[in-house]
């Protein structure tokens, strides 16, 4: 995939500071933004294959930075919220970011949350296109790696990458029951998880887009008391 660059938008001058060293140490090309509207613009003149956003920036938070990188990007989206915050957190996952982190946080755990989200979309390019050119077929669902995008009954909707990801596990596990935390150790690539909003934001995203009546999912399925499960009848065509 070539040289590996990282976008950091904050605008603590000790944060940026600090996680571009820690990152440049990992052999990443860093860029960095003192708010969201410098984001933007670095956003525009480069290619990036991660970027990591704060909430709370001046001009444009990074809520609405995050929505608008949705509009253009897959590009996986690392968000640093503090943690009396909750609600922006929810948000922020809820418009394409694929993970979050919480304020006070340690640079290790920082830098192995960058280097599992960049593993899991090596196969992705900058702009978030798989190179994969494999594809998952059920009745009325197809799931294409190589365009990040899933086709229901033979209309195309784009994923992000996390979605992409979420999709992509379920499916390759048909009819299997899955905890919130094994999803989350699955598809985020950690055996912690901090809370099921994750999980459950991520879930409910996704149902907008593949089912007809998200309320009453046909594809992905609640299993109450225990989880989730994938139910598709797989097309041999």
């Known amino acids: 995939m070539g040289d590996i660059r990282v976008l950091i938008a904050d605008d603590d001058q000790e944060i940026r500071d600090l996680l571009k060293k820690y990152l ?51 590009v996986p989206i690392l968000m640093l919220t503090a943690k009396d915050h909750e609600t922006d957190k929810i948000v922020g996952l809820s418009i394409g970011a694929d993970d979050y982190i919480t304020k006070p946080f340690s640079i290790n755990e920082v830098v192995a949350r960058v280097k599992a989200l960049l593993r899991r979309f090596m196969v992705l390019g900058s702009d978030g296109i798989s190179l994969d050119s494999s594809s998952l077929k059920f009745k009325g669902l197809t799931l294409d790696l190589k365009k990040c995008t899933v086709i229901i009954r033979g209309e195309e909707r784009s994923l992000t990458a996390k979605e992409l990801e979420l999709l992509k596990f379920f499916v390759t ?65």
């Open 173 to 237: 596990h048909p009819e299997q029951v899955f905890t919130k935390t094994q999803v989350f150790r699955n598809v985020w690539g950690s055996a912690y998880i901090e809370d099921d909003n994750t999980v459950m934001v991520h879930i409910r995203k996704l149902r907008k887009k593949i089912e007809a009546d998200p309320s009453n999912p046909q594809f992905i399925q609640t299993v109450w008391g225990i989880g989730y499960k994938f139910v598709g009848e797989k097309d041999e065509n």
């Open 24 to 74: 440049e140490r990992e052999m990443y090309e860093i860029d960095v933004a003192v708010n969201g509207e410098e984001a933007l613009q670095l956003f525009e003149q480069n290619k990036y294959n991660l970027i990591i956003l704060d909430l709370m920036m001046p001009r444009i938070d990074g809520i609405e930075v995050c929505r608008r990188l949705r509009d253009k990007t897959n």
